[in-house]
């Protein structure tokens, strides 16, 4: 698996752990800590799935339904089930 570069990985850690602890008032290392431990951080650390094409609200979005539903392909952005 080819990594994606780190100062993509350091925006998005950035802009999404904002928004995590905007969302749910998690102290900003538990958020990072969290992130970084999901499927969703995997993903967008694989740069082969090219996740840097959203925005950071979409990976946002997969990291929430990760939490919720335990799958971040279940996230409007990625799910093809044609429920858009």
Known sequence: MKRTSVEILDFYDEEVIKLIVEKYAFE???ALRRFLASETYKMLSNAE???WEFAPAAIFDMWENEQITGDPRNSLYLRRD???
Do not use: D, K, S
Request: no cysteine.
């Open 28 to 30: 900003p290392m538990v």
């Open 49 to 51: 799935l090219e996740m």
């Open 82 to 84: 044609g429920h858009v």
